[in-house]
């Protein structure tokens, strides 16, 4: 299926997966667009770590997704999905900094989700989450970060934040 940026790879290995090619993205600036029948934005099968950078995805399919866990320590992120989760993780997501702005579709799709049927859940330790869409159910907030679970009325979905906003989580 097309994806925007696809990196690693998921092989059957009899009653398991091998997991190869983990993303790290360390500063810079990286915009995807997508369109069409399960075209996500980032796709990659092993862990995914941001530390900075500006990523812009808006996608048909998932914007950003991990075949396992996800971590985000730095960074503005804004990943928009038009048929799925604006930020989906196979493992856990950790966000540690930064700035995160995810737009899910709409139910049963979410704007942030990891997979709580194995077990996984979104810890949100530090930085700025904006959700809309909703948050993985069971997500651990730390007492530092702040979760808005919508802001549509406050701010259009096609521009990024005002600039004090993304002074905030740096």
């Known amino acids: 299926s097309p994806k925007g940026i696809r990196v690693g790879e998921k092989t059957e290995n009899g009653n398991s997966y091998i ?3 983990g993303l790290t993205i360390n500063g810079g600036k990286i915009s995807v667009r997508t369109a069409g029948t399960n075209a996500e934005g980032i796709e990659c099968k092993n862990t ?8 812009f995805v808006d996608a048909y399919d ?3 997704n991990s075949g396992q866990d996800m971590t985000i320590t730095n960074g503005y992120i804004y990943s928009r999905s038009n048929n799925n989760d604006g ?3 196979n493992g856990d997501i950790r966000i540690n900094g930064g700035l995160v702005y995810a737009i899910g579709s709409r ?17 949100l330790n530090g930085g700025i989450l904006i959700s809309i869409g909703g948050i993985e159910q ?3 907030l730390g007492k530092q970060a702040i979760l808005c679970s919508s802001i549509c009325s406050l701010h259009s979905q096609s521009r990024p934040l005002p600039a004090h906003l993304q002074e905030v989580a740096h």
Do not use: C, W
């Open 87 to 89: 930020i989906d993780a």
């Open 62 to 64: 998932d914007g950003i």
């Open 48 to 55: 995914l770590d941001i530390n900075g950078g500006e990523i």
């Open 19 to 21: 997991y190869s090619g």
């Open 138 to 140: 069971g997500a651990s």
């Open 107 to 123: 139910t049963p799709e979410i704007a942030i989700d990891a997979n709580s049927e194995e077990g996984k859940k979104v810890f």
